[in-house]
């Protein structure tokens, strides 16, 4: 749901585990989509994107699924490990009318528990 | 891996004082854009910069910012005045291309304004 301030949405799972974050966006006619790890103290880092035309894609341990027909995006997490543990963002763009900047979501904290 | 390379980590100006962002974009990549994350919210788009001419701005990014790509590696960000509110982290972003193409984020600048 949604959060104010310094307070984020959090998820907690032990390692080894499965994990599904999710986002709802907010643009309809947004046809690209993101996701964003973000350790403490360093940059959004790109882990995975998906286009508009797809509704599913996978990369190495992860999963994007995008629903349009209700505006939401998961990113599925595989057997996560310690190192998977961050705050995690989704960014939405519309590609058409020469728009080029981003809108981020506003984070889930996901903490994996040893 | 290439990565976008930001300069200083930390700037902590006078409120009134010019402040100058450096940013070393990935070196094939030809769009180049700055956001900023004040703490505990959402990254928020400034600007998007494409073959030496602002391409698309936020209302964020008012007459007291302005960027420039001075030479063929470095992308700056310049605050003229900085207010107490500018205070935040600043981060340059890349990609090889506008639409449907991922943006690689430095590490970005801690800016704090006294």
């Known amino acids: 749901g949604e959060s104010v301030g310094l307070h984020l949405p959090t998820l907690s799972v032990q390692e080894g585990d499965n994990s599904i974050i999710n986002c709802a966006y907010s643009?309809?006619?947004?046809?690209?989509f993101i996701w964003y790890k973000q350790e403490s103290g360093k940059g959004p880092q790109f882990i995975i994107d998906?286009?508009?035309?797809?509704d599913k894609r996978q990369g190495q341990r992860v999963t994007v699924l995008l629903n349009k027909t209700v505006k939401h995006l998961s990113l599925q997490i595989a057997a996560t490990q310690p190192g998977d543990s961050a705050v995690y963002f989704c960014?939405?763009?519309?590609?058409?009318?020469?728009?080029?900047?981003?809108?981020f979501g506003k984070g889930t904290h996901l903490i994996i528990q040893p | 891996e290439p990565e976008v390379t930001q300069t200083p980590s930390h700037q902590v100006t006078q409120m009134g004082q010019e402040v100058i962002l450096r940013c070393v974009p990935i070196?094939?990549?030809?769009?180049f854009y700055w956001y900023r994350q004040i703490l505990g919210q959402k990254v928020e788009f400034l600007v998007s910069?494409?073959?030496?001419?602002?391409?698309?701005k936020s209302e964020i990014f008012d007459d007291q910012f302005s960027v420039e790509r001075p030479d063929g590696s470095n992308f700056t960000l310049k605050i003229r005045s900085t207010k107490l509110e500018d205070s935040a982290m600043y981060f340059c972003?890349?990609?090889?291309?506008?639409?449907?193409?991922?943006?690689?984020f430095g590490d970005g600048t801690r800016l704090s304004i006294l």
């Open positions: 972003a890349s990609s090889w291309g506008q639409s449907n193409q991922p943006q690689h």
């Open positions: 643009n309809s006619a947004s046809d690209y």
């Open positions: 998906i286009r508009s035309n797809m």
């Open positions: 960014a939405e763009k519309y590609s058409g009318g020469g728009a080029d900047g981003l809108t």
């Open positions: 070196s094939n990549h030809l769009y």
């Open positions: 910069f494409y073959n030496n001419e602002i391409s698309e």
